[in-house]
C-alpha cells in the first residue's frame, strides 16, 4: 500500500486524455491578452497580402531615419495630390522628441500618460489600418515597406514623386539624405506559383491582353477547379472581344527582385508572367519597352505593378541617382560605368584600325593571288592546246 502511494496517478483514458494542452489552447482560445498583443503587432509590422505600397532602400544603418524621411515626404505629396492634411504638428513634433533627453519628472509624468492612453492591440490595429501610411522596418538592413491605402496609387504617386526629383537642380532642395530606390507594389500576393499567377492577372488585365495564353496560365496554376475554369471561361466569353480592342500592342520587360526568399526561381517568375501575356499582340523588348513589370518577392509575399517604360531612364526610380544628375553631380557608379565605356570606345577604335590596315594590304595580296592564278591557269592551258 505504502509503494501505490508513492506512484503517480494514470492519465485519464480516451482521446482527451492523451493529448497535451498548449498554451494557445486550440484556435487560439487560450491566448493571453499580452499573447494576442504580440501576434498582433508581429502581423501588422510585415507586409501580408492584399496590402499594397511602395518598397524603399535607404543608406545602410540608417533605416530609422529613413522612415522619418520617407514619412514626411509622402505626407507632403498626400497632401498636394489628393487634399488630405497629414497628423498635425503637434503630434508630429512629440513623435520627433521622443529620442531627446527628458528630465526625470518630465519621464515619469510622460510614462504615466503612456501608461493610461495605451489602447489594446487590436485598437491600435483598426488605427493603423485607417491610416494612409505605414512604415515597416523589416529584418533585412536597407529596406523598408510604406503600406498606403485608398485613394493612394502608388504607381501614380511614387512617379510624380521621382519626375519632381530629376527636375530639382538646386542642391539646396533636396528633400531626401538617406532615400535611394521607390518601388510602387499595386497588388501583394502570395508567393507561390498559384500566388503569383494570380497577382499577375489581377495586374496585369489592365495593360496586357491575357487571352492567348490565359487558359494555361489558370491550368497550371489552379489545378483542375472546374468550377472556377467555367466561371472564368464564361466573363472571357462575354467581355473578351470587348477588352481585346482596348488593348494597346505594348511591348514589355520583366524586372523580377527577390529577397529573403527561396521557394520561387527567378526564370520561374519570369517564365510564368510571360506565359499569361498573348506574345502575338504584345512582344518582349528588354531594351526599351513600352511598359516595364516590376516583380518584388520578400519572404511570403510577392508584390507587383506596371510602371511607364522610362523607368530605366528616371534610374529605376532611385532618387540619389536623379538628385546627382540633376545637380551634375557623377555618382561613383556613373564614374565607373564612363571609365568601362571609355575602355570600350578605345578598344573599339583600336580594332578599327586593325581592320583598316589589313584592308590596305588586301589589294597588293589580291594582285598578287590574282597574278599568281592567272599564271597557274596558263600554265594548265598550254599542255592543253598543245594535245588538241
Same mark, same amino acid.
Given at each position: ?223 483542375? *477547379? ?7 471561361? %464564361?466573363? /472571357? &466569353?462575354?467581355?473578351?472581344? !470587348?477588352? $481585346?480592342? =482596348?488593348? +494597346? ?109 589589313? *584592308? ?7 594582285? %598578287?593571288? /590574282? &597574278?599568281?592564278?592567272?599564271? !597557274?591557269? $596558263?600554265? =594548265?592551258? +598550254? ?6
Amino acid at each position: 500500500m505504502g509503494g501505490d502511494k508513492g506512484k503517480r496517478k494514470a492519465a485519464p483514458g480516451g482521446a482527451e486524455g492523451q493529448k497535451k494542452k498548449k498554451k494557445t489552447g486550440s484556435g487560439g482560445k487560450w491566448t493571453t491578452p499580452n499573447q494576442a498583443n504580440k501576434l498582433a503587432l508581429e502581423r501588422n509590422s510585415v507586409p501580408q497580402v492584399g496590402d499594397r505600397g511602395i518598397w524603399v532602400t535607404c543608406a545602410r544603418h540608417q533605416e530609422n531615419k529613413a522612415a522619418r524621411e520617407v514619412i514626411s515626404l509622402f505626407e507632403e505629396y498626400i497632401e498636394s495630390m489628393y487634399g488630405i492634411k497629414p497628423a498635425s504638428k503637434e503630434e508630429a513634433k512629440a513623435v520627433d522628441d521622443d529620442d531627446a533627453e527628458l528630465d526625470i519628472e518630465a519621464a515619469i509624468a510622460k510614462e504615466l500618460g503612456e501608461m493610461k492612453e495605451r489602447k489594446t492591440a487590436e485598437v491600435r490595429k483598426e488605427e493603423d489600418n485607417k491610416a494612409l501610411l505605414k512604415a515597416m522596418k523589416l529584418n533585412i538592413d536597407c529596406l523598408l515597406f510604406v503600406r498606403t491605402k485608398t485613394p493612394i496609387e502608388p504607381v501614380e504617386f511614387v512617379k510624380r514623386i521621382v519626375v519632381d526629383t530629376k527636375e530639382c537642380i538646386d542642391i539646396r532642395k533636396i528633400k531626401c539624405r538617406y532615400l535611394n530606390r521607390l518601388t510602387p507594389m499595386s497588388v501583394m500576393g502570395k508567393a507561390t506559383e498559384q500566388g503569383l499567377a494570380e497577382t499577375a492577372r489581377q495586374v496585369l488585365e489592365e495593360h496586357f491582353d491575357l487571352s492567348g495564353k490565359k487558359s494555361d496560365g489558370e491550368k497550371s496554376a489552379e489545378g483542375d *477547379d472546374g468550377a472556377e475554369a467555367a466561371a472564368s471561361e %464564361e466573363n /472571357k &466569353e462575354g467581355e473578351g472581344e !470587348d477588352k $481585346k480592342r =482596348e488593348y +494597346k500592342p505594348y511591348t514589355y520587360a520583366i524586372r523580377p527582385t527577390l529577397r529573403n526568399h527561396s521557394n520561387l526561381k527567378r526564370d520561374v517568375v519570369i517564365n510564368t508572367i510571360a506565359g499569361l501575356i498573348n506574345d502575338e499582340r504584345h512582344k518582349v523588348n528588354l531594351t526599351n519597352p513600352d511598359k516595364v513589370i516590376l516583380v518584388d518577392i520578400f519572404q511570403t509575399v510577392c508584390g507587383m505593378s506596371v510602371v511607364d517604360g522610362d523607368w530605366d531612364e528616371l534610374k529605376k526610380y532611385n532618387m540619389t541617382e536623379l538628385y546627382n544628375q540633376a545637380a551634375g553631380i557623377t555618382s561613383v557608379g556613373q564614374k565607373n560605368k564612363e571609365k568601362q565605356e571609355k575602355k570600350e570606345k578605345e578598344a573599339q577604335e583600336q580594332k578599327e584600325q586593325q581592320q583598316q590596315q589589313q *584592308d590596305e594590304k588586301k589589294p597588293e595580296s589580291a594582285k %598578287e593571288a /590574282k &597574278e599568281e592564278t592567272a599564271k !597557274d591557269t $596558263k600554265e =594548265e592551258e +598550254k599542255p592543253a592546246s598543245t594535245d588538241a
